[in-house]
């Protein structure tokens, strides 16, 4: 970090005392200083600096004791939909939406997966027809698996705008206004009989031409900027050595000398093990990330944890015996903030099945590393010349 | 060569490791890897293991005199390269990649750690240098944080006893042999007058011995708390780095057997294009990336002293597990061709295995990590 930075940094602490200005305005300070997103164009939250010196950037405000947004509400946001406004955006989209994202004015939500569109996304049918006069688009279709669609003001959006060409062909991305008439959201109960994610059903929604990222049938190519974000968001962090789910293992471990017994402490072992070397990994590629753009990488941290996560949490079950019978609460609710951390064994254990499923099947994520980093063939692929409409379903 | 990657700071610091590799890493690993792409072909290496000799002695010559790697963490003045504990990982990559049958694990870990903890100035340049060739006469199997070894006993100080399964005590000018005196002492000793004969072992391009002392005099190194720190900083040492070897291994397995699944066609079509190959694959390479940050993070825990023990057994409990999955698959892929001598799969599987029991086998290791951890 040079000096220059190092000094915008030292100036914008000394201008908004951290412990006494309001989060939004700190946070919008810090955008239009240049200091949110510093590899990001000037004017739009960033100085053009390289993306590696961010991290000391992040470092430097949080040593200050800088505030920052909640990544469970603004995760989406900051971590999907920011780089693909940047990367797609028209310069009015990036010049409304990137400011009130950052300081956490607005939430964000991510209309993507449909009923009939799960890991084969490019299937999605949800419609999009431009009306000749006014050039705006009308928006038909339902979404699902939607975290924080109840609590968002805008959505990124993926929609059918040409069923007559292959689908990968025939999709637009646009920003949809979630407070628009027409969007309908309902939540969805998991398994754990919560209801983090939301089903969503847009009926004639309108949405102006000017809020479409990309061009018309470019929606897959603007798609992919968000997804390799997503999985990078969801297994790239850095973690202490228990940190994770294993920490609470670990703990309930060493608070219970009475549930010992030697394969319980092998398979303990096991895992610590495991979850050291995912640790280490995701170090690793943090250390080499901070320089690049995320990559297939993200891919393997993601799969790592998925299968950590969910091996841990049934081993806490098996370890705390008839304690394990029991469940904290199924009456239905939806989680403000939800986290594995904090919840009940029995909540860990099956909230950790989602991790295999959601941003990512596992099964797809292995098949994304074998066909991008090992250069293994693509599937056979059968929907490939096929217009969307004549698609098997 | 300079250390370009080393760091100074605390003893407890998980924070701080450096995982990455630094440019003077990658060009050691270049040149190590050119010269064993020229000196040590599969077929020569296969060759090796049914000869009268089983090391390759030109090859060591040339890692010595070529490229003067056998010294790399020894200090310049005693004629080493100055360099660090993450240097020689990088080469032991290079090494298992190939399974070289060269004697570097015992003469520039384990033999080199243990003099230099013990600060000594007249073994260790011959050693650096690669004039002559040492090892640690221990079982191969003996792992970190045990007892005192007491094969071999002083008497009138003259050492007796046998040590079995000693790994490259073949190629060794000079033994290191823990031994216990009369009164329960630990000593360390440096020998030159052993008798070692060959065994027939699983791995062959690292044969082990059995090395016989009969009323041997020996030079006294150190002895007790000297003695077994000595033997801590060799056995944690080589159990860390033991892991880059490993990962050598399992990145050779990995990388010929995603091109042999490119190249083999059945049913009409590459076999690398089946899911069930494909994503046995994928798995593999999660394994063999966290493997690198797993052996990266030991290499760097012995260069700053920071948890040595610790990350040692990690390595081992890890790596072991992983380089023999890798090597396991890389047999099962290749099919038919996978099971026979002329394919090198089978050396890779016999040196993934012997390394996992060597310095202990991964149950041991966890048995650390639990006793460090308080697990």
């Known amino acids: 970090m040079d000096a220059e930075l190092s000094r915008a940094i030292r100036d914008l602490i000394d201008e908004h005392d951290p412990a006494t200005t309001p989060v939004a305005d700190f946070l919008g300070a810090r955008f239009d200083a240049g200091l949110a997103w510093v590899h990001f164009p000037e004017g739009l939250g960033g100085r053009s600096a390289p993306r590696s010196v961010q991290q000391e950037v992040n470092d430097a405000f949080a040593a200050a004791g800088a505030p920052t947004l909640d990544i469970g509400r603004h995760g989406i946001g900051l971590g999907m939909a920011a780089p693909t406004l940047l990367a797609h955006g028209s310069d009015e989209v990036r010049r409304r939406f990137l400011r009130p994202l950052w300081t956490g004015e607005e939430i964000w939500c991510q209309l993507f997966s449909e009923p009939g569109a799960g890991s084969d996304l490019a299937a999605l049918g949800t419609r999009a027809v431009q009306e000749p006069d006014s050039g705006d688009w009308i928006v038909d279709g339902q979404k699902v698996w939607t975290s924080l669609a109840h609590e968002a003001d805008w959505a990124i959006l993926v929609t059918r705008t040409d069923p007559d060409v292959p689908k990968h062909r025939g999709m637009t991305y646009f920003v949809c206004d979630m407070h628009a008439p027409g969007v309908e959201v309902r939540p969805l109960r998991q398994a754990t009989g919560e209801a983090e994610f939301n089903e969503v059903f847009l009926t004639g929604v309108r949405i102006p031409d000017a809020h479409r990222l990309g061009e018309v049938g470019d929606g897959w190519r603007v798609a992919q900027t968000t997804l390799m974000n997503e999985r990078v968001a969801i297994g790239g962090h850095a973690e202490p050595r228990e940190g994770g789910m294993i920490g609470v293992l670990a703990r309930t471990w060493r608070e219970h000398p009475e549930l010992h017994t030697p394969a319980l402490q092998d398979a303990l072992l096991r895992l610590w093990v495991d979850a050291e070397a995912a640790r280490l990994t995701s170090e690793r590629l943090r250390q080499q990330l901070a320089a690049g753009q995320p990559g297939p990488e993200g891919s393997a941290a993601k799969l790592a944890f998925a299968r950590l996560n969910q091996q841990i949490s049934g081993l806490e079950l098996e370890l705390l015996g008839a304690e394990g019978l029991e469940y904290h609460d199924w009456t239905f609710r939806r989680p403000a903030n939800p986290s594995m951390l904090e919840g009940s064994p029995g909540y860990r254990y099956l909230r950790a099945k989602g991790n295999s499923i959601e941003g990512g099947t596992s099964e797809i994520l292995r098949g994304i590393i074998a066909e991008r980093v090992l250069g293994l063939p693509q599937e056979i692929r059968v929907d490939k010349d096929v217009a969307w409409k004549d698609l098997p379903r | ?375």
């Open chain 2, 1 to 375: 060569m300079n250390a370009t990657t080393t760091t100074d700071q605390g003893s407890t610091d998980q924070g701080g490791a450096d995982l990455g590799y630094s440019e003077v890493e990658e060009e050691l690993r270049a040149n190590v890897r050119a010269l064993l792409a020229d000196r040590a072909p599969a077929n020569a290496t296969l060759a090796r293991t049914e000869a009268e000799q089983t090391t390759d002695t030109a090859l060591w010559r040339a890692l010595a005199g070529e490229l003067g790697v056998t010294g790399l963490p020894v200090p310049e003045e005693l004629g080493g390269a100055g360099a660090s504990w993450r240097e020689t990982a990088v080469v032991l990559e290079e090494l298992g990649r190939a399974v070289a049958p060269v004697p570097f694990f015992g003469s520039c870990v384990l033999a080199t750690a243990a003099l230099l903890a013990l600060g000594e100035r007249k073994i260790l340049p011959q050693l650096a240098s690669g004039e002559a060739v040492g090892t640690l006469a221990v079982p191969f199997a003996v792992a970190p944080g045990g007892a005192f070894p007491a094969d071999v006993r002083v008497s009138g100080g003259l050492l007796s006893g046998t040590v079995r399964h000693v790994a490259d005590a073949l190629a060794a000018d000079v033994l290191l042999v823990p031994a216990v005196a009369a009164d329960g002492t630990a000593e360390l000793y440096a020998v030159t007058g052993a008798a070692v004969e060959p065994m027939v072992s699983l791995d062959m391009t690292r044969q082990l011995a059995v090395v016989t002392l009969e009323e041997v005099e020996g030079i006294l190194l150190a002895s007790g708390a000297d003695a077994a720190t000595a033997l801590d900083a060799a056995l944690e040492t080589g159990a860390a780095l033991l892991a880059s070897e490993q990962l050598g291994v399992a990145e050779w397995a990995l990388t010929t057997t995603v091109a042999y699944a490119k190249e083999r066609h059945q049913f009409g079509r590459p076999i690398g294009g089946f899911q069930a190959v494909k994503h046995r694959l994928a798995d593999l390479w999660v394994l063999v990336t966290q493997l690198r940050a797993v052996a990266r993070a030991g290499a760097d825990a012995v260069d700053r002293d920071a948890e040595r023990a610790l990350y040692a057994a990690l390595a081992q409990a890890f790596a072991s597990g992983a380089a023999v999955t890798a090597a396991e698959e890389a047999v099962q892929l290749h099919g038919g061709i996978g099971f026979t001598w002329e394919h090198p799969a089978h050396l890779y599987l016999k040196r993934a295995k012997s390394a996992s029991l060597a310095l202990g086998a991964a149950d041991r290791h966890r048995a650390r990590i639990a006793s460090l951890t308080h697990l």
